[in-house]
């Protein structure tokens, strides 16, 4: 551990009981939640900006069967 984390433990050891037992919850919490690498995180955002684009009613939705007919429709299959 570094300088830097040490003090915080120190500082952090000098709290309350029962702000220290909700620190440590949150940080045990933390540690139980995937790490998003870029690609996921961009394509999270992608999702995210695709639904908001649905529900301000920019885009329709279509269904599965409609989109593979366009697909095939567009590759003359």
């Known amino acids: ?3 830097r984390a ?3 433990v ?7 009981t029962s702000e220290r037992a ?14 998003l690498d870029d690609a996921t995180s961009s394509g999270h955002a992608e999702a ?8 301000r009613g920019v885009v329709e939705p279509i269904s599965g069967d409609e989109l ?3 697909v ?3 590759l003359g299959t």
Request: hydrophobic share 35%; proline share 5%.
């Open 1 to 3: 551990m570094d300088s």
């Open 22 to 35: 909700e620190l440590a919850h949150r940080l045990i919490e933390s540690l139980d939640q995937p790490e």
């Open 72 to 74: 095939r429709q567009r």
């Open 10 to 16: 120190q500082e952090v050891l000098s709290l309350p």
């Open 48 to 55: 995210v900006r695709r639904l908001d684009e649905i529900d």
């Open 68 to 70: 593979f007919r366009r």
């Open 6 to 8: 040490e003090r915080l």
